[in-house]
């Protein structure tokens, strides 16, 4: 039966609208647009930002990231409110037990974490093995201290109350600090111990944040705290020297970092514990994004394997940058955890 020619119009204009919405540059976008939301670790904020600002240029994918702190980001993940999490402590087998979706954890960089001080007049510092560990665990109290006054011959060291800086929320940054410190001195790991929120016994000052620990310390006359690197260095902190494995004081740099980062042996599923690297700078710790192995839909599990990959294969070029300085994840170790991601990862 022959349409009459309104209805033919009619058909045609019908048509018209139909295709001009579908090919419209926001229906397209509506159509197209993915987006993902993480939390978790202040300690790669800096770093974060750049991967989502590059990665957002590169794909239609959206990605947000709010640094809450490693222990804020642990809990989200496990209580499935976010597309990937954040953390500088690796996951403990009874928190991944906990996560009915699978879990995968990813190395995303290496980074160094640096005790920072506030002492007018005291241009260079240097902190041994035994000596830092005890200024945290409250053995050591004062500036002038023997032990102290050691390794700083004729350093103006004054005769005033050390001030301990600590963060106030569960923190990786925490983490790889304490982990560090429990390593080297059996008294701190008896003591206070290894955590990303442990109970410290020197009645320290609180700053909520590697932020938060920087202001507190530059305001604070006689004060000591630990912030990741990229902070200390772009607010001008004064950075104290530190003793590694060889009994070498070092200042941090993206060079030492890498150093340790490489002497690291990473197991199958690239959890590392390691506290004391034989080479390189002896606070630095690695960082991970958590992701789950099932997503809610085809959508949301390739835009993260889109991610993922394109963290640990372009996004690694944005580590080294010198406004931020964190270590390459080493490439044979990224590859085995791009391989694992893709494989295991399913809608």
Do not use: C
Request: aromatic share 8%.
């Amino acid at each position: 039966m022959a349409l009459s020619t309104h209805a033919l119009r009619r058909a045609v204009t019908a048509s018209a609208v139909t295709a001009a919405i579908a090919f419209s540059p926001i229906f397209t976008a509506i159509a197209q647009a993915a987006s993902l939301t993480g939390a978790g670790a202040t300690f790669p904020a800096l770093l974060y930002d750049r991967y989502r600002a590059e990665f957002q240029k590169k794909t239609n994918i959206k990605v947000d990231y709010q640094a809450v702190g490693s222990g804020a980001g642990i809990r989200q993940f496990i209580a499935g409110v976010v597309d990937f999490g954040g953390s500088d402590a690796a996951m403990t087998d009874a928190d991944m037990a906990k996560v009915n979706r699978g879990v995968i954890l990813v190395p995303t960089a290496g980074g160094a974490v640096t005790p920072v001080y506030n002492l007018p007049g005291v241009s260079s510092l240097k902190l041994s093995r035994s000596v830092l560990p005890d200024i945290f665990a409250g053995r050591i109290t004062r500036w002038n201290d023997p032990k102290i006054a050691a390794n700083n011959p004729g350093a103006n060291l004054p005769n005033s109350q050390i001030k301990t800086v600590v963060r106030s929320d569960g923190s990786g940054t925490t983490f790889i600090f304490t982990n560090h410190l429990s390593a080297v001195s059996p008294y701190f790991k008896g003591r206070i111990g290894v955590g990303t929120a442990p109970k410290w016994t020197s009645n320290p000052l609180k700053g909520r944040g590697n932020s938060g620990v920087a202001a507190l310390v530059s305001k604070t006359e006689g004060s000591i705290g630990y912030v990741e690197y990229s902070y200390a260095k772009s607010n001008r902190m004064a950075i104290a020297m530190v003793q590694n494995k060889k009994n070498e004081f070092m200042m941090p740099s993206l060079e030492a970092t890498n150093q340790a980062l490489s002497s690291i042996v990473f197991p199958d599923n690239f959890r590392v514990f390691e506290g004391d690297p034989s080479e390189g700078y002896p606070i630095t710790g690695l960082t991970w994004m958590m992701v789950y192995k099932q997503y809610p839909s085809k959508e949301k599990s390739d835009a993260v394997k889109k991610w993922i990959d394109w963290v640990l294969t372009d996004g690694q070029n944005i580590n080294g940058d010198p406004a931020l300085e964190f270590a390459r994840i080493p490439e044979a170790i990224a590859n085995r955890a791009r391989q694992k991601v893709q494989n295991e990862v399913k809608p």
